[in-house]
């Protein structure tokens, strides 16, 4: 093996972060510390893993997500400006929530090119190690083209110079990098997880390549993947209980939730308890067990546009309490469902993990992808009917008819976004399917009066300023 220091590639590029100047030994390659077993390279597979935590639920990328769409607004800027400005659209290169994201998300590829490049052949279940590297390098990366566009592709673990310069990769070829990356996954990965709780399996693989299809409105492939998963109907199901998808004590049991974000409360020094309800939560509450910072919350239209009879609601959000004088105050309304339910943890060391991908939304893909291919035969617009009208089921709603509106293809796309909003609000959806589907600036005009309208070049967020001032061949995305 080559005498390869792996240091993490965004520490060199953005140096002024001590983060990366701290990384913990999982995270680095060296002849003394190689991972020549099974054991060794499932601590590199964990590191791997790891950095979903921070990637996609903590208090930034949790915000990159859901802010500045119809969806969610910004609550309270006491403590920094930050959710302002994203809901806004009045941020720079120069703001601290990129560079912290953008880090975060490029830190778990590294850790996945460590496995996938450096782990020796001979090594133990090196297969299903290297399946699982990609299905995280293709999700960390799906996750970084839809919020930066075209960004650097690193695929390899070498720490030469001319590795870590590069210029940003086109849309596309990244696209193609996260199909090659979740196909290879998806072949290798086993269909249910053989190994430690919150294991990529093959389903988990299948479900990232429908979403990642129709995001390039690929609805064949999409259509395709999504069959795969739901099979015969028996491979996942919905919860009779909306309140259940969120439960800690449901965590893994693969019923709804195809792959989750682990998290362990009471273990605050490792940093492995969820702080989502610590970010969701009302500031009137503080000091009870209902302690939050209020930082986003829904749009009065997300709240107002629910259906009378909508079992969701009352599930998702919060509207009164006892404070710590004892005393019953109400308020704005608040993302309830992530509350850590689990007797005796603080709020912000929650037991629950983070559904990133459930069952549901695999059924409303599915009837998206159906939806938009060009000619679509009866039994098909059946199905995306059935799919559609599953999910509001559950939530106690009467069935959408092939009716009216609703027989057109743009009345139904405007039906399965509604429904979308409802069943997948706070879970990072919404503004890939505004923008996917080119409805951002024409729903956040009328759904959201007290804040400007993107222009297109607002769909991706700009390049942190710490990164194109380190790389010479980085160039700033247009518009920035």
Request: proline share 4%; net charge negative.
């Amino acid at each position: 093996m080559k005498n390869i220091l792996f240091i993490s590639l965004l520490s060199f590029m953005m140096c002024s972060c001590a983060d990366f100047l701290d990384e913990k030994t999982y995270s680095q390659l060296t002849p003394e510390n190689a991972y020549l077993s099974k054991e060794g390279a499932n601590k590199a597979m964990n590191g791997a893993y790891a950095m979903l935590q921070d990637g996609f639920d903590y208090k930034f990328s949790i915000g990159v997500g859901i802010l500045g769409t119809d969806e969610a607004t910004s609550y309270n800027d006491t403590y920094g400006d930050h959710e302002i400005l994203l809901d806004k659209y009045t941020y720079s290169s120069e703001y601290d929530i990129f560079q912290a994201v953008y880090i975060d998300l490029f830190e778990g590829v590294k850790r996945c090119n460590v496995i996938v490049d450096l782990l020796p052949d001979d090594v133990e279940d090196r297969e299903l190690f290297v399946a699982q590297a990609k299905f995280l390098r293709g999700t960390y990366y799906f996750e970084l083209v839809n919020l930066f566009g075209g960004v650097p592709l690193w695929l390899s673990a070498s720490a030469d110079k001319d590795n870590l310069k590069k210029p940003r990769a086109s849309v596309d070829e990244i696209y193609t990098q996260i199909e090659q990356d979740l196909l290879a996954a998806e072949e290798d990965l086993p269909l249910v997880n053989v190994w430690e709780e919150g294991r990529a399996t093959k389903y988990a693989a299948q479900a990232m390549l429908a979403r990642m299809y129709l995001q390039r409105h690929d609805y064949e492939n999409a259509l395709k993947y999504c069959n795969l998963v739901i099979g015969d109907g028996n491979n996942f199901h919905l919860y009779n209980n909306y309140a259940d998808i969120y439960d800690p004590a449901n965590k893994n049991q693969g019923y709804e939730n195809i792959f989750e974000i682990q998290h362990r409360a009471s273990l605050k020094s490792e940093d492995e308890g969820s702080t989502s309800t610590d970010f969701f939560l009302p500031i009137e509450l503080q000091g009870t067990i209902y302690t939050g910072w209020a930082m986003y919350g829904p749009t009065d239209y997300l709240y107002n546009s629910y259906e009378p009879n909508d079992k969701r609601k009352a599930i998702t959000y919060i509207t009164s309490g006892v404070n710590s004088a004892g005393q019953t105050v109400t308020f704005k309304p608040h993302c309830f469902k992530y509350y850590n339910r689990t007797e005796g943890f603080p709020v912000n060391d929650g037991e629950q993990n983070f559904p990133l991908i459930r069952y549901a939304d695999v059924l409303l893909m599915k009837a998206e992808a159906i939806n938009g291919l060009p000619a679509e035969n009866g039994q098909q617009t059946k199905e995306k009917f059935q799919c559609l009208n599953d999910v509001r089921s559950r939530a106690g709603l009467d069935a959408i008819e092939n009716t009216g509106e609703n027989a057109t293809k743009e009345g139904f796309l405007e039906t399965l976004l509604e429904e979308r909003l409802h069943e997948l609000c706070f879970e990072k959806s919404r503004r890939k399917d505004l923008i996917r589907n080119n409805k951002l600036q024409s729903y956040v005009a009328a759904r959201k009066p007290d804040r400007p309208v993107p222009d297109k070049a607002k769909e991706y967020y700009p390049l942190p300023l710490a990164a194109t001032d380190a790389n010479s061949l980085l160039e700033q995305l247009p518009g920035y």
